[in-house]
């Protein structure tokens, strides 16, 4: 790796990591924690499988937004970085790097607490059609393809049968030892996981003009789909940010839902603006608890 790739990785990473914004939920104090997510809690299906595999295959007519937004949200946590901090690390930095045990302490609580991942599928088949979901669903996402998610994470998630879905940002492919290769994308893939575009090099969606969405979307998408060898139907906003025109220029290459941060949805199509939070760094479990509550009410 040549030293301008370094440092273009780096800022890639410093640029992600400060600029993703700060989520608006830590700051809402903790709200009376229980079971507000147990709304959720549906039956699952005769057959369907709890360990967060979906069967489902996308398609058919899109309800009204009334429809989907009527529905009762899903928990979807973001994480980035998962390692322990550095002297260095900033304090807004801190916001974006989850220490290892504390990763390990969350996943497990999910666990001891009864909650199944999910994945886009389901949620996609829940919010179009209400298909059941598993009880206590909650789904666990992955920005800009760190390395750590493949060495940290993956395993941790493995433990409990859970999984997850990397938003994969391409510029960072095969750039050891800060993000993954294409082979650890493909293992990801491979034990079920799933993989979603999060464009090549972070650039804001809400800029893209001329041939940002060739560069942005389109090759990077089609290089995720030859690691996969399957479409890639989920993206993820760099930042989190999005605006309605993005929407029908994502459908058109071929996705069917995209994730946000924690911004409000848009009213007249919220599967295009699907919620997550950002997981805090400094977060302990009270708080992680107290936020997946009180985010998705
Ligand atoms: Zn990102």
Redo the contacts with the bound molecule.
Sequence with gaps: MTKNLVGLCLGVLYF?ISA?GSSPDLKNGPAAGGGKADATAAKPTGGADTSGVSTFVPGGKIPPPSVILGRQQVPILCY?QIRDWKPTDSKSAKDYIMPIADFRAQVKMLHDSGYHTILPDQLYAYLTTGAALPSKPVMLTF??NDEDQYTIAFPELKKYGYKGVF?I?TITLGKLPHYMSKEQVKELYDAGNVIGS??WD?HNVKKYQGKDWEIQIDKPTKQLEAITGKPIRYF?Y??GLWNAQAFPELRKRGFIAAFGLADKRDQNDPLMCIRRIIVGGGWGLKTFSNAMHQSFK
């Design positions: 992600a993703c980035h920005d800009d938003f940002m999060h464009t972070h993820a760099p930042f």
